[in-house]
């Protein structure tokens, strides 16, 4: 069939709607005989058509929308979970052996039950202001290699989930992440390396570690505020706090 000749299906359709009614008002003139009654109808059925536009498109529709929106959020939070679990903590901890200012930063994230809204709202302020100092010749760059080349698959995983778009912050964490895992996975070995390698590989760790530390806090408000065993084994397994054991005491 050309498409000049092509009429859409929801074209015919409606076009079938509009005279069937059309057909059944003209059926109940002829059988009534009545036409005060048939306008008086159809304006206020026309008159209640603005009000259902009202109640369904921005009202019913809006609580749908809502709705669906913290089910995908559930979900999303549920992919960051796995994500600590799998990677990030650990990945947090390798991190810190190349910040320079680490020990700045971890008296501050020692999260406990006593941590209100406000707390965390100002413990961003301060990562905000913090000034990361990273050397990746510091820490155990090959344990970094050889932890995070191995976690590949995974992060790749979470890349491929769709609702991820809903969250760009933690989209921006996964890329910075599996490009630092990209650039370890090309090396050979990590000794010896030129100095404007290590300085290259020094500016991925701290993009990656910036946004994971922003990224973890928000996920430790998040299981404070909706799964509080979960918190308690967060906070058992904190990577800033250097007491931080797993036992229950």
Known sequence: MKRGNYIPQHFLFGLLLVLLSVFFYAL???????????????????????????????????????????????KLNMVIGAFFSEVGTSLLRHFMEFDTNAGKLSKHLIVDQGWSPEHFTQMRIVLHKHKHAIDSRTGNLEGLQSFIVDKRAFLLRLLENPNLLEHESFTELLWAVFHLAEELSYRISVKDLAETDYKHLSGDIQRAHQLLVREWLSHMEHLKNNYPYLFSLAVRTNPFDPNASVEVE
Do not use: N, P, W
């Open 28 to 74: 109940h003139y002829l059988v009534f005989r009545d036409k005060h009654h048939i306008f008086i109808y159809l304006l206020g059925d026309i008159a209640f058509v603005f009000i259902e536009v009202l109640l369904v498109t921005l009202i019913i529709h809006q609580l749908l929308s809502e709705r669906e929106k913290r089910a995908m959020l559930k």
